[in-house]
């Protein structure tokens, strides 16, 4: 864990650190502001949303989209709704009539329905029915509603991740794509795996890597390209959201044939060896579908495999979403293990079952020891595995000295985002300002982004001790890593600057206290 202190924070500004009774520096009036803040909802979420995050790490591309963009498209692509299911069909309509199908286009003068695909298609307003049991279903089921327009509209949801990113003030986002994922799929069948034989899969799978890598470069240079144009990057009119940092996670589906998965990783790995773009590699699906449950040991075993080829590229796997019920008491020992010690995983999406883990203090001492960061989605956790509040294991992770990062997971069929993610923080365990920043500052420093990081060790790098210095200017212009943790510390100093002599702040006696003899 990177716990920063003040000291930390006065050598990079030059602050010195302030005397009793000397007037507080910004990041202390900060402190102190955020600490009134806590029992007053609405404007800690004000102070939140201002707040700089530095990454959201675990953000699944097709799940970040609200229903209402995808209802959009399907009206512009002349796609049908099915009324019955509500969910969207890959074509126009043909016997509406007869089929309960509704033009996508009507949507906008069908108020009941538009309700209805909205309430289908994300978590908003769910609650469970007879026909409709839970939060996990209904969640993993919105992704086959909406699946007809999410390839063709990759580009229009690049643009729309990053132009909601720039207004939650996220300097970093590391999204999980698919590109091409059908080619990978389909090259499995071609060369089918058989039993553990890997070695033999990956020379028969050669021949056709040259043309799988093209079809995933084309996919993502046209993704790109459109969410350039929307976005008017690099225009006068441009976004903020074209100031956005934006690498790729390559996300692969688990729940398939051994063949049909080992082709994906493999292909996988060498999509990040060849595009910089994509910086790691991942694990998609429910944890708990049965295919994944009986290949989970089979699939740690491709990744050690394929990571003695390729070390040099990461991993970030989803491991530990499960809870006691969802699946045999057994099915919970040992997935975070296995993910970190066989696989090589550097960081865990969601880690939630770490105290039924058969060797959790050991498993939590290793992690803490090899900074095995855990992306942490408490919004997410709450509506597919309802754990929220004290019951997540935020806190546990937290005093082992596990790092840990926020991130949103599928933020548009939650409905939620980042901010709302830092509030459920702040509000239930509760943190300190100092530790608020250590989150944000986790999503960079663990982020699988080139270069050294600004941050070694919970010290600044001694070449950045000056912020000004040649020194630290020459390691910047070689770390892409260290030039964004430079600019959230920028974007930390203005915050602290501006927050504390925002009136919307201001209380009965002024505004934030800025001498300690006069603190409550």
Same mark, same amino acid.
């Given at each position: ?27 202390? !009036? /900060? #402190?102190?502001?955020?600490? =009134?803040?806590? *029992? ?5 979420? $004000?102070?939140? @949303?201002? &707040? ?51 033009? !996508? /286009? #009507?949507?906008?003068?069908? =108020?009941?329905? *538009? ?5 289908? $298609?994300?978590? @908003?307003? &769910? ?58 799929? =389909? ?334």
């Amino acid at each position: 864990m990177l716990l920063r202190s003040v000291v930390l924070a006065s050598a990079l500004f030059a602050v010195p650190l302030n005397a009793v009774g000397a007037p507080l520096t910004p990041e202390q !009036a /900060t #402190a102190q502001l955020y600490t =009134a803040l806590r *029992t007053d909802p609405e404007r800690l979420t $004000l102070f939140l @949303r201002q &707040f700089p995050k530095g990454a959201d790490l675990h953000n699944h591309l097709v799940g970040a989209i609200y229903a209402e963009s995808y209802l959009k498209w399907a009206a512009q692509d002349g796609l049908c709704v099915n009324t019955e299911t509500n969910s969207i069909l890959p074509n126009a309509c043909t016997k509406p009539e007869q089929q309960r199908q509704l033009p !996508a /286009t #009507a949507l906008p003068h069908n =108020a009941t329905t *538009t309700t209805a695909m909205i309430d289908a $298609l994300s978590m @908003r307003d &769910f609650v469970p029915t007879a026909q409709d049991r839970s939060g996990h279903d209904h969640f993993f089921a919105t992704f086959d509603k909406f699946a007809a327009v999410t390839s063709k509209h990759s580009g229009d949801s690049l643009a729309e991740a990053l132009d909601r990113a720039s207004n939650e003030n996220i300097t970093y986002l590391e999204l999980m794509v698919s590109p091409a994922l059908g080619q990978l799929i =389909a090259a499995g069948g071609k060369h089918p795996l058989k039993g553990e034989n890997f070695q033999a899969a990956i020379t028969t799978l050669q021949k056709d890597l040259p043309s799988l890598l093209q079809a995933v470069k084309q996919e993502t240079d046209d993704m790109e390209a459109r969410a350039n144009t929307l976005l008017q990057c690099g225009t006068p009119q441009a976004h903020r959201g074209c100031h956005v940092t934006v690498r790729y996670l390559y996300q692969t589906v688990r729940v398939l044939p051994p063949p049909a998965v080992f082709s994906q990783l493999y292909t996988g790995y060498n999509v990040v060896q060849a595009d910089p773009r994509f910086v790691g590699l991942n694990f998609v699906a429910p944890e708990d579908n049965t295919i994944a449950m009986r290949d989970y040991d089979l699939h740690m075993r491709m990744f050690k495999t394929l990571g003695a080829l390729y070390p040099d590229v990461k991993l970030s796997l989803h491991a530990g979403e499960l809870v006691p019920g969802l699946v045999p008491p057994e099915g919970l020992e040992h997935h975070i293990e296995a993910a970190v010690n066989v696989a090589g995983a550097k960081r865990i999406g969601h880690g939630i079952d770490i105290i039924w883990e058969k060797n959790a203090p050991t498993l939590l001492q290793t992690m803490a020891k090899n900074n095995i960061l855990v992306e942490i989605n408490l919004t997410s956790n709450d509506l597919i595995l309802n754990v929220k509040g004290k019951e997540h294991p935020f806190a546990l992770y937290w005093r082992a000295g596990v790092p840990l990062a926020l991130s949103t997971d599928d933020e548009g069929v939650s409905r939620a985002d980042l901010t709302q993610d830092y509030y459920r923080a702040a509000t239930t365990w509760p943190l300190t300002y100092q530790e608020l920043k250590t989150l944000s500052r986790n999503g960079l420093t663990y982020a699988f982004l080139p270069g050294a990081s600004l941050w070694q060790h919970d010290t600044l790098t001694p070449a950045c001790t000056q912020k000004a210095s040649t020194a630290c200017t020459n390691f910047l212009k070689n770390s892409d890593k260290a030039r964004l943790q430079m600019a959230l510390e920028n974007k930390f100093s203005a915050f602290e600057e501006s927050v504390t002599k925002n009136r919307l702040f201001k209380n009965d006696k002024g505004f934030v206290n800025t001498n300690p003899a006069s603190a409550p």
